[in-house]
């Protein structure tokens, strides 16, 4: 739990301490009222350590997958009939109530909707026309509760892409509790603030979309679908997310300084960096080989499109994701902040507290 944490809880003594007070100097406290300002005590501090540990080790990863269905719904309108309690009052302010049936409308917008291997994305109407104009087009009755106008039917068309060839990749940032993020000297990379990180010219973590991606950094000359294809080929298998740095004028070191600022990068993020005449690649792979083996790739050829096959084929034989079930008992301190917060909260619900039950003499 940390001492911070530990500092939280210490704060219950505040209330029981009070609430004794209290207790053997007045003769008018009840004993239910001592204990329900200890019980809001312990709400505040439980709940103020949960929120710490939850948001203080919230942490994201790249999931990588394909289109395997696309579905549109066109707009259509529902109608249907219901009953409706009125109330009306009378001169003498006398209310009563009756039912009436009233129609009730709802329109539905058209929806595009694709269907992919790590679950159901929303799609714009121009990427579903030209999947359609790939695949071809069919159609089924739709659900319509209620239908009043409007197209009844649904329009879908299945994918029928190679795994290995991928031609619709899409990428989905999920969120994961990480036990290692605030901790200490488990993670073994320091303290990095984006001050540092701009002076040394670092570049920023990619922000993913849906249906493409931002994980080619430095402008490397390959097209970044083709990236795409290849982490969706071997992204869901294998459990990982691929990033390439183009660090040319720059060295080693500067990737190095890449790897602390990004804290070794994502659960399972891959990130190959290459220069002139050298490569450095880092992530949370139980496997030293495949950093060796991606660092010889990146060094022996040109880094274009032409690499794709070979780095697919290293990942997939040799990279193994992090155990990271190992660190779920990991001791996450609680931030400074938030003790303080446990403390202000406490005070100010105490206080409120003995306004509410505690207004009475002392007894001299």
Request: net charge negative; aromatic share 12%; charged share 25%.
């Amino acid at each position: 739990m940390g001492s911070s944490g530990y500092i939280i809880f210490l704060l219950m003594t505040i209330p029981v301490l009070v609430g004794l007070f209290f207790f053997i100097k007045s003769d008018r406290i009840i004993w239910w009222e001592s204990l329900s300002s200890i019980a809001v005590a312990l709400a505040v501090c439980s709940l103020t350590f949960a929120i710490s540990q939850c948001s203080s080790t919230r942490d994201t990863e790249t999931w990588s997958g394909q289109i395997t269905r696309v579905e549109h719904t066109p707009e259509w309108d529902a109608e249907w009939e219901e009953l409706e309690t009125r109330y009306t009052t009378d001169s003498d302010g006398n209310s009563e109530s009756y039912t009436v049936w009233v129609t009730k409308r709802e329109h539905h917008e058209p929806e595009w909707t694709a269907i992919t291997t790590i679950g159901e994305l929303t799609l714009s109407q121009g990427y579903y026309s030209h999947i359609v104009k790939e695949h071809g087009e069919r159609s089924e009755r739709g659900y319509r509760p209620n239908y009043s106008k409007g197209d009844r039917n649904d329009y879908y068309s299945d994918v029928s892409d190679d795994p290995e060839f991928c031609n619709y990749p899409v990428t989905k940032v999920v969120n994961w509790r990480n036990p290692l993020k605030n901790a200490k000297g488990l993670h073994g990379f320091r303290e990095m603030g984006e001050d540092e990180a701009n002076k040394l010219n670092l570049f920023d973590y990619p922000l993913n979309g849906n249906f493409k991606s931002s994980r080619l950094l430095g402008n490397p000359d390959i097209d970044i679908w083709n990236w795409d294809k290849m982490n969706a080929a071997i992204g869901a298998a294998k459990q990982v997310n691929v990033i390439l740095i183009n660090c040319t004028g720059r060295n080693q070191e500067f990737a190095k300084n890449q790897e602390i600022y990004w804290r070794g990068g994502k659960k399972n993020d891959l990130v190959l960096c290459y220069g002139e005449g050298w490569s450095y690649v880092f992530g949370w792979s139980q496997s030293q080989l495949i950093k060796q083996n991606l660092m010889t790739i990146l060094i022996d050829n040109p880094v274009d499109s032409a690499i794709i096959p070979l780095l697919k084929k290293e990942i997939r034989e040799n990279f193994r994701p992090h155990e990271w079930e190992k660190y779920s008992d990991a001791s996450v301190p609680v931030p400074v902040g938030a003790t303080i917060l446990a403390f202000i909260i406490v005070l100010l619900s105490q206080t409120a507290c003995y306004v509410l039950f505690h207004k009475n003499e002392f007894v001299k």
